[in-house]
């Protein structure tokens, strides 16, 4: 199988239905490793990679678990791939009898992360489990990686595990482990182990990839080494990962810092700055103050990223309207992080918005009204409308606020560099306060990018990986 012209898995999808060569060889490769981690950049369509998958091993009744605001998607995108299978979506954490009967005679169940724990048990023996979005289980301690690790572990020998995300680590190598563990190819990257254990797996991983730094208080693993090893012996043991550039023939998206003017209007930011660095000199800094201090300090670098947020909003507000006159007829997605930023937007430009806690019908409404050319623009959450969305009606996305780590960001700028897109090229534009901790945390997420690349991409690594809390608030204090 390792010619594309080997590969036709088109006759188990419907007419109309089809798949690109690439997505051809991630079907082949699935199908062959059976639990692996499709890492894809986003808009390769790894959801139909997955379905097409389930069709041809006939792998039902299969769970499918992902973002809540991506469970309508998912039904859409069955319903166009598999139609004759039944779909269940689970809602609600009060899993009745019932409701858990329901969800096993279903072909496939959706649920989504933030109640999976409570449905676990009621999934009963899937012969497949899709994990969209899958760096949800990160951290091995939360309850929803727990449950996604004994639903994995239900799922018989010759069943489908996929792990499906473009973005399988936002910050550093360590949030692999417990998605490899999901998979049960952890110890398959690691290599034999003293004892046979997934504590002595996840050992040999911290400290052979995850850049291990021993202080005061213990060992930690924040950091990154060994890239381009580690991304070799995840592509051997059940990794595969295609970027737009070899599989479309399109571009990475081009990053643009946007310095914006903003005269006296951070005067409030500026003195609650100082009385911030007055604070961090009292405490010496996050690490060596206590837990309740520890989070004190970051309420304090909320609160400061919340008032550049707002005083930007004047200077964003002209930048849009200066851009939307100079390209007329195009259309721009723009991103904020804070409510209170993304509602200013929306009530100026009277706009439609995917927000957090928004009904699903009305994210539909407001996607299907910007695809059709109702607006030109159109304001997101970054944490609600970074996955799983379409705006390629766009090729241009403005962030009015930054987040906290390069993957986010790639995320949400994947919403309209992806399948569907007819623009030779796409944009992204960053609005800056120069002199603040916006500028610092946009200056470290690109630093940080180059750690993403190494492992996700197999790259060479130069930059070194940091906590982008941890170093803003050192920013602060050195001022």
């Known amino acids: 199988m390792t010619s594309t012209q080997t590969l036709d898995f088109n006759g188990h999808l419907p007419e109309g239905v089809s798949l690109y060569d690439f997505q051809q060889v991630g079907v082949a490769y699935a199908l062959v490793t059976g639990r692996c981690i499709v890492g894809d950049e986003m808009g390769l369509g790894k959801t139909i990679q997955a379905l097409t998958v389930l069709a041809i091993k006939k792998a039902f009744p299969a769970v499918v678990v992902c973002p809540a605001s991506l469970k309508g998607n998912w039904a859409r995108e069955i319903r166009r791939a598999l139609p004759g299978r039944s779909v269940y979506i689970a809602a609600g954490r009060n899993v009745l009898r019932k409701e858990a009967m329901e969800a096993q005679r279903a072909d496939i169940t959706i649920v989504n992360y933030d109640i999976l724990a409570a449905w676990q048990r009621a999934l009963g023996t899937p012969a497949a489990l899709i994990l969209d979005e899958s760096h949800y289980c990160k951290n091995e301690k939360a309850d929803r990686t727990k449950a996604a690790l004994m639903l994995a572990a239900r799922v018989p020998a010759d069943g489908v595990v996929l792990a499906l995300t473009g973005t399988p680590l936002l910050n550093r190598p360590k949030e692999l482990v417990a998605q490899l563990q999901i998979l049960g190819q952890l110890g398959n990257v690691v290599g034999p182990t003293k004892t ?39 592509r051997a043991a059940g990794y595969i990962r295609r970027l737009r550039a070899e599989a479309l023939g399109s571009n990475d998206t081009i990053r643009i810092p946007a310095y914006l003017s903003l005269n006296g209007a951070l005067d409030t930011y500026r003195k609650a700055e100082a009385d911030f660095i007055g604070f961090l000199k009292e405490t010496e800094g996050v690490a060596a103050a206590n837990k309740a201090r520890q989070a004190e300090a970051i309420a304090r670098l909320t609160k400061l990223r919340l008032l550049v947020g707002l005083a930007k909003v004047p200077a964003m507000i002209e930048w849009i309207e200066n851009w939307m006159e100079n390209n007329e007829g195009k259309a721009i997605v723009v991103f904020a992080w804070h409510r209170e930023v993304q509602r200013a937007l929306v009530d100026h430009f009277a706009c439609p918005a995917i927000l957090g806690g928004q009904s699903v019908d009305a994210t539909e409404t407001a996607k299907a009204d910007f695809m059709a050319g109702k607006n030109r623009i159109i304001v997101c959450s970054i944490q609600a409308a970074k996955e799983g969305h379409t705006l390629t009606a766009a090729s241009d996305v403005y962030f009015a606020e930054q987040p906290w780590n390069p993957g986010t960001q790639q995320q949400a700028e994947d919403r309209v560099n992806r399948i569907g897109q007819e623009a030779k090229q796409c944009f992204a534009y960053s609005a800056l306060a120069e002199g603040t901790v916006d500028e610092m945390v946009y200056q470290l997420i690109e630093s940080k990018r180059e750690v993403f690349k190494a492992v996700a991409d197999g790259t060479a690594l130069e930059a070194s990986d940091e906590s982008i809390t941890t170093a803003v608030i050192d920013y602060l204090k050195g001022k």
């Open 196 to 234: 046979d254990s997934d504590r002595a797996r996840t050992g040999k991983f911290l400290y052979r990839y995850c850049g291990p730094e021993t202080n005061e208080w213990g060992t930690t693993f924040n950091g990154a080494t060994n890239t381009e090893e580690l991304n070799t012996r995840l």
